[in-house]
């Protein structure tokens, strides 16, 4: 489709959506939105959101029912500001970045508890929890390293699941689809809720053979062809149990298995023929005890991971790697008086691994934490919190954090600053460091990495003009310093350079100096009903990014996210028919591989439809399109996106 005609169709939709909401946000029932006084957990302090200070984002059970998503990371996608470059749909792989991170300065929790694989930051999508399990998402945008440590730089994606979260329901939910390409999709997700014991769980399945892919071979005008097929597979299940003494217990376990065409996921090599396996099993234990002040809760998580993957099979190029994280929070909350709390807390964790091309290696890490939150009147809201950490990456590090807010009326004016790291990750330190004669263009890493910091300012407004409809803009600043990225560099400039071909060039891991990034980020949320049977709900976010850096380094990951991205959702229920659309669109920079002879486009934008019909309160069918215009794209250079995508569905619900 052509770029001018499909710009200035959303144009055109986006201003049809703005006059229709301001008609009936004046005509309509008034039901007041509760986006700015959810309680948020990530915060450690659990504040309503509209006294953090922060530009945070909670996303309910209900509103995740209304977003068109194929996966648990498409469905962050469609959040304001949150950028997926996806390698494939249907959540095979994707590197999530907020606010013009790396993907791998985004802190990815599951239930308070850090999920970050630590071989590579390309493996944090791989979420072990399905759709059908959430309570809700949490969304904390910006620095967050004062409250959970390294990795939270561009923010906090905190997924809370049945039984972790508030819900108090019991329900049982089934769906199943069934679309081209011999797709198979298919979810299921229970919760038990009772006075003594809660049980939970969720399952997820999504299979195809894949698109028919057609490629140039270079110097050559015959075609060559391949399916990006895809074989994931999820299971979760949650207890718990309430004792005396106002003590709770809960655990989780779940299992996380994909086998997936990884063609030019990581490399524009005209030899990549790419497979990989991936298993994730993640147990975690809390134990939480309530007082009418107080709240102590301990936390233990335990990440196994696997992989294998075949760079080609024309050619021995299997490359194995296992993974284990065991992590130890402690905290303590202890309400003072009705103006001021305070949370201390401690961590403590180890890393390590096992790989066939970076070697066995192992961290051990530790931290303390507090926190205080301060209600000096009716108006302001003032907290604070420090962090220091050890770790034997990059021994100590200081990390503070204040953030404040003050509400007017409709308005609420808020600001932080704070201070963040990121260690670099296996891959980054050691990637091919065991592969003899490595050939040119691959990724190597430097086991010298120094550790990224950063400093991170915002000031934003939310303004409500009506009770059903919430206004939200926000600037920031980051300034970093040491950020890792892979740099073109040649074999003389590297000094492990054992493995290499002389006068060659390399990606290589590199502390980059003074990279600066300034955003703004604009959000619109309404929702509001004629009804119970009759909704309308649209959320739109729009975000600037403009990342630079004084040497002017040519590097991979500091240019690639979106320099303009729009998500927006729209979503109206009427009578028996469910009605939805969401979209993006991306502006970033043009990037050739012409190994490949593929280009990445400077914009795309790309819409999904869903048509819903309830047969009965319990039963509804559903056709679904996904990439509505049939756009040709890419998220990553090499490995193109799936094309207008059919399915329909058959859904079953049912809650006490």
Sequence with gaps: MDLGRSTCISQIGLLIGFIVLIEISTGWSQVPLEIDTIVVQSTRLPLPQNETGRNITVARSDLIANIVSTSLDDLLQHLPGVEVQSRNAFGVQGDISLRGSTFTQVLILVNGMKLNDPLTGHFNSYIPVSDMEIDRIEVLRGTASALYGADAVGGVINIITKGFGSTNQSSLSSEISYGENRLVK??????????????????????????????????????????????????GLS??????????MSARTSYDDRHFSARYFYTTSPFDKSIETTQNWWNQLALQKNTEHTQTSINLAHRYGTDEFVFSPDFPSTNTHSTNFWNLNINHRQNINRSLSLNIGTQVDHRSIESSDRGNHSDFHTGIHAMAAWQPGSQWNLNGSFRLDYDQNYKVEFTPQFNASYRAGAFNLRGSVGRSIRAADYTERYVSYLLPNLTPGRSLGNPDLRAEE????ELGLDYRPTPTWLLKATSFLRQSSNLIDYVPTNTSQIPNNQNLQPGETYFYASNITDVNTFGLEFESWFHTSWNERTQLRWIMGYTYLNTSNDEDVISVYVSSHAKHLINTMLSFKFGKLDIALNGIYKNRSERLASSLDVQLNPNYQVWNFRLGVNITDQLSLNLTTHN?????????????????????????SFSE
């Excluded at 698109?211 to 999820?234: A, H, S, V």
């Excluded at 207890?239 to 709770?248: A, C, D, L, S, V």
């Excluded at 509505?628 to 079953?652: H, S, T, V």
């Design 186 to 235: 298919a979810q299921n997700g229970f919760s038990l809720n009772r006075e003594k014991y809660f049980l939970s769980g969720g399952f997820s399945l999504s299979k195809s053979k894949g698109e028919l892919i057609e490629e140039k071979i270079i110097g050559n005008t015959e075609l060559e062809e391949y399916r990006n097929f895809f074989d994931l597979k999820n299971f």
């Design 239 to 248: 207890f718990g149990t309430r004792f005396k003494n106002n003590w709770q």
């Design 454 to 457: 950063s400093w991170s300012e």
């Design 628 to 652: 509505l215009l049939d756009e040709d794209y890419q998220d990553i250079l090499g490995a193109p996106m799936p094309g207008r995508w059919l399915m329909g569905g058959i859904r079953f």
